[in-house]
């Protein structure tokens, strides 16, 4: 069955540190996409990254990094020299292909994170 | 060309009472997916439908829930005699074909409905 861990559920840490959310997934199918997504104190979703299982290569947009390694299941984000708007509850997600054919996502419990300044 | 809306954004209603949340998805999308959000969990997969049709519910508490997607109008979660514990944050998200992962970037602002 399908199951994304994430877990440390809060992290503080003072602005400009670098910090590294953990993401460990389960699935049994081959083809599949992960997800990041970020939820801000005002409530939205905002989409961060989609990999999908064949692409293991780590991607780096601006102070985002994100480290897919397939071999121990997961797909860790780091963020580099934090900043106070990173303050946010971060969401890991799942989604199969291979069973519904549909976008049935499923999400982990999210870390929050607390940038202090 | 518009995101994902949904309203209202809060939603308070008294115990008995019914809520209806609406989703228009982005335009040319026929697929729609709901999720909930209950207080300091993830969300969580509640149905998928296209247009006129329920594909999978299997998220969707058994009594009091429904959804529905007209071939005109927006998607419609309507829950019956709303109790606290259906307090929580209501997400819609739409995609324009099945499959492919296409959903992440399309998801609304979501509706927080309040049961007092």
């Known amino acids: 069955a399908q199951k994304v861990t994430q877990a440390q559920t809060e992290i503080s840490v003072v602005e400009k540190e670098d910090v590294t959310l953990d993401c460990v997934y389960e699935t049994r199918d081959t083809t599949y996409y992960l997800f990041w997504y970020k939820q801000p104190p005002s409530g939205e979703l905002v989409f961060l990254i989609r990999?999908?299982?064949?692409?293991?290569q780590n991607e780096i947009s601006g102070r985002y990094s994100w480290n897919f390694q397939k071999s121990t299941s997961s797909f860790n984000f780091t963020i580099t020299a934090s900043q106070v708007v990173d303050s946010a509850v971060y969401f890991c997600?799942?989604?199969?292909?291979?069973?519904?054919?549909?976008?049935?996502?499923?999400f982990g419990p999210g870390t929050s994170l607390s940038v202090i300044p | 060309n518009a995101g994902v809306m949904q309203n209202p954004r809060h939603l308070v209603r008294r115990r008995g009472q019914e809520a209806r949340l609406r989703c228009s998805p982005m335009k040319g999308h026929s697929h729609v997916y709901w999720y909930r959000q209950l207080p300091e969990e993830g969300l969580k997969f509640m149905v998928y439908?296209?247009?006129?049709?329920?594909?999978?519910e299997s998220g969707m508490p058994k009594e009091r829930f429904s959804a529905e997607f007209p071939k005109e109008g927006p998607s419609i979660l309507r829950i019956q005699q709303v109790v606290r514990g259906d307090s929580a944050a209501y997400f819609c998200a739409s995609s324009e074909r099945q499959g492919g992962g296409n959903t992440e970037a399309f998801f609304g602002q979501g509706t927080r409905l309040t049961v007092v």
């Open positions: 439908l296209q247009k006129e049709n329920i594909i999978d």
């Open positions: 990999r999908n299982s064949f692409d293991e």
């Open positions: 997600a799942l989604s199969e292909l291979g069973k519904t054919s549909y976008d049935k996502v499923i």
